[in-house]
């Protein structure tokens, strides 16, 4: 049980600019809601609480006034969808929390709604300018142990730029000196181009794909779901990695650890879900820009800069073909990304109406948006970036990773806690697929050939 002992505002400890940053194209179509994340530590016993507590806070205040953005709101443009940045220093909230439970009770740290409660809810039910851009939570169990949860808004960073702000804000609890890139805010890079060109099939904008014989995704979006960590050890990762390039062509470039394991997880849940060989499925996932512009964007962007694809195929042939095969229809939609593409994409969205349908269909069992559920799947992955590691003062975390898995076959791909060449993947799956889904993941790295 969680019980709040106290939540507040915590704002700019400085003065800081109170013009409009604009909010870029590449921003535009991102979910009107919060990334949950969490860190969680285990201190040594000459820790401190009150201590941490007051240095957490009074380093958070002084860390935003270099990413000030964060200390702002969101405004509606319109009826839309479109938002823009109002940098008023209204602040981010915070709260104090503790918990009855020990650190052993949440195992793994799945992405349970027990973990779920030790980061900060948001009610969007609330007017878009009423809702901070950052919370976080800080919880304190009855072990000594510590966790720290994040919600930051969608529309504000991605994973890079999430990464950035916390080495800032630890590297100032720890009062050392800011060795860190700090944050280049302007956002004008990833704007639309005028007039808007529309030069590629951008079909990441398409509606999802059905399961054959439905028309709708009602029965679908409505089924119960579960979360799962599946751990593979840096010899299976190994194999996967050796099983996708067995059967490459001899002039591509070896694939890699995502390429191989998230192939190997597509075929894993067409499998699971008994889908039919002439299904069509698409697995989505984001793709870094940061280095595929040009020129490349300044080291420090703080924003969005991620694009997001789809790999598509039929469902028999990702079953029945080498794992090459799925692995080789990711690596297609990744060379896609190129900087025409991307330019593209955001006239793309310049052109669109309404973007709400972007925006809310990121929840579980929502009843709003596309569904990128059965047949479809979702991959993020946080591979080749430093997200572990942010100490404060009490030692680096024992665990990072999201707080929550959204909707039906979305799933995380992370490194694993020792940086020994293991990998986590948390997935969400509907509750009569999870099973098959579990036993055919690793019964098929040992049989796959």
């Not at 029965?219 to 059967?247: C, G, P």
């Not at 849940?269 to 697995?283: G, V």
């Not at 972007?358 to 047949?375: I, L, W």
């Amino acid at each position: 049980m969680v019980v709040m002992k106290g939540c507040y505002t915590i704002k700019p400890a400085e003065p800081t600019p109170a013009s409009g940053i604009v909010i870029s194209d590449c921003d535009q179509d991102k979910p009107i809601t919060h990334a949950p994340v969490i860190y969680v530590y285990c201190p040594p016993g000459n820790f401190s609480y009150r201590s941490a507590l007051e240095s957490i806070k009074v380093s958070l205040s002084k860390a935003l006034v270099h990413f000030y953005p964060l200390a702002g709101c969101l405004k509606l443009v319109g009826e839309g969808g479109r938002v823009e940045l109002e940098c008023n220093s209204v602040g981010v909230g915070f709260c104090e929390a503790e918990s009855d439970a020990e650190l052993a009770d949440f195992g793994d740290f799945c992405p349970t709604p027990e973990l779920r409660s030790l980061i900060p809810s948001v009610a969007y039910s609330t007017p878009l300018h009423e809702i901070p851009l950052l919370l976080v939570q800080i919880t304190r169990f009855r072990c000594g142990g510590l966790s720290l949860g994040l919600a930051i808004s969608h529309v504000m960073a991605d994973g890079t730029s999430l990464r950035n702000f916390m080495s800032v804000w630890a590297q100032i609890a720890r009062g050392n000196p800011l060795d860190v890139v700090l944050p280049y805010l302007d956002r004008t890079a990833l704007l639309a181009r005028d007039p808007p060109t529309l030069r590629y099939n951008h079909e990441r904008f398409d509606p999802p794909p059905l399961l054959m014989n439905q028309s709708d995704s009602d029965e679908e979006r409505n089924k119960r779901t579960t979360v799962v960590m599946l751990h593979l050890s840096k010899t299976q990762v190994e194999r996967l990695k050796n099983m996708a390039n067995d059967s490459r062509a001899i002039e591509s470039r070896p694939y890699s650890r995502y390429e191989a394991v998230a192939g190997h997880l597509w075929r894993c849940t067409c499998k699971a879900r008994e889908h039919k060989n002439d299904q069509i499925t698409k697995l989505y996932f984001q793709v870094n820009i940061r280095d595929r512009m040009k020129p490349p964007l300044p080291r420090g962007y703080f924003g969005n800069a991620i694009i997001r694809v789809a790999a598509t195929s039929r469902s028999g042939k990702l079953m029945t073909m080498p794992l090459s095969y799925g692995s080789s229809k990711i690596r297609e939609a990744i060379e896609m990304v190129t900087h025409d593409y991307v330019k593209s994409a955001f006239d793309f969205v310049k052109v669109q109406p309404n973007l709400t349908r972007f925006r809310t269909y990121h929840t579980v069992r929502s009843t709003h948006g596309a569904f990128y559920g059965n047949p479809n799947v979702e991959v993020t992955s946080s591979l080749g970036l430093p997200q572990k590691g942010v100490d404060f003062g009490w030692g680096k975390e024992i665990h990072m990773g999201p707080g929550s898995v959204a909707f039906d076959g979305k799933s995380f791909i992370m490194d694993g806690p020792n940086e020994d060449g293991s990998l986590i993947v948390a997935l969400r799956l509907q509750v009569g697929h999870m099973d098959a889904l579990k036993e055919l993941f690793y019964e098929d790295i040992l049989n796959l050939a």
